[in-house]
Nanobody
């Protein structure tokens, strides 16, 4: 059974950076697309970025494109979300998810495995 654990969240000032890590165990990530989603209090879950199993196809939500970078290292069974130029509206719990699919997807229902989430707070 694939298990995912996120880390790297925290409190950062506007304009700052954080790198979130999604570490997998129990199975190899090689065959899974990875998605990062976020959910702020009182809001629906939003897809932030996705990457295909090979890493050859990456997609970003328009609100984070140019600021966030999703990458993966299958040899380390790990994915990373580099977040730069953070804004207060980026404040949310960020979740890593994995699913087997063709390409990648922003549909959270396509992802069978989820981490517990890590809090990101952007505030001065």
């Amino acid at each position: 059974q694939l298990q995912l654990v996120e880390s790297g969240g925290g409190l950062v000032q506007p304009g700052g950076s954080l790198r979130l890590t999604c570490a997998a165990s129990g199975s190899t990530l090689d065959y899974y697309a990875i998605g990062w989603f976020r959910q702020a209090p009182g809001k629906e879950r939003e897809g932030v970025a996705t990457i295909s199993s090979s890493g050859g196809n990456t997609n970003y939500w328009s609100r984070v494109k140019g600021r966030f970078t999703l990458s993966r290292d299958n040899a380390k069974n790990t994915a990373y979300l580099q977040m730069n130029s953070l804004k207060p509206e980026d404040t949310a719990v960020y979740y890593c998810a994995a699913g087997i699919m063709y390409g990648n997807s922003f549909n959270w229902g396509d992802y069978a495995f989820w981490g517990q989430g890590t809090q990101v707070t952007v505030s001065s």
